[in-house]
């Protein structure tokens, strides 16, 4: 069984540039997961798919981060504007359903300079 | 929001040694999971805790749920190089939402040959 796909792996951007990310989750995973792990600290959830609508986007900084999941399978995860203290590892993170165990993807890592 | 302090932050032993680390919280989870992330990947689950009480094991792995559902400890016995990796506790807090994870800062073991 494929696991849970990311790309790009990793990326570098200025600050003040737009970058995205995209996430494909294990097929039939109704759940889907963005965190944020910064260096040194454990994974933040950021926000919560169940299909294609919004969970909990309680912990995103909507003023700069946006994401999406349009068909209720593939997700995207997009900055615009970048900080430097966006740099951190984005995971993805899927499940069969909310509360379910959630498999994670390898990650983008993400730098601001 | 609430979070887990887990401790050691680090941990340098020998190979064939014992390892102990535990996480504590200050209000009561009904979850508590135990994850290992390899550098460049994503957290991968190592065990799951459901009751207060739970004493679970997974190979050399034994974690244990507390009775006061305020925390959880995991041990690795007879730990080997391959055991190298950062170890997460995260939980469900009681009376939480959507099954939101919360990590802990995690615990960076080292085994020297």
């Known amino acids: 069984e494929a696991g849970v796909a990311q790309s790009p792996r990793y990326k570098i951007i200025e600050k003040r540039q737009s970058v995205a990310f995209w996430c494909n989750p294990i097929?039939?995973?109704?759940?889907l997961y963005w965190y944020q792990q910064i260096l040194g600290q454990g994974p933040k959830l950021l926000i919560q798919f169940q299909n294609n609508g919004v969970v909990d986007d309680s912990q995103l900084p909507k003023d700069r981060f946006s994401a999406e999941r349009l068909k209720g399978v593939d997700s995207t995860l997009k900055i615009q504007p970048a900080k430097l203290e966006d740099s951190a590892v984005y995971l993805c993170?899927?499940?069969?359903?909310?509360?379910?165990?959630?498999?994670f993807g390898p990650g983008t890592r993400l730098t601001v300079l | 929001g609430q979070q887990l302090n887990q401790s050691p932050q680090s941990m340098f032993i020998q190979e064939g040694e014992d390892v102990s680390m535990n996480c504590t919280s200050s209000?009561?989870?009904?979850?508590w999971l135990w994850y290992k992330q390899d550098p460049g990947e994503g957290p991968v689950l190592l065990i799951a805790l459901y009751k207060a009480g739970e004493l679970t094991s997974n190979g050399r792995l034994t974690a244990q749920f507390g009775i006061t559902r305020k925390d959880s400890f995991l041990n690795i016995s007879a730990s080997i190089p391959s055991d190298v990796g950062i170890y997460f506790c995260a939980g469900h807090e009681s009376g939480g939402s959507n099954y939101k994870l919360t990590f802990g800062k995690g615990t960076l073991l080292t085994v020297n040959p």
């Open positions: 993170a899927s499940s069969l359903d909310s509360g379910g165990e959630q498999f």
């Open positions: 209000s009561i989870f009904n979850t």
């Open positions: 097929s039939g995973h109704a759940t």
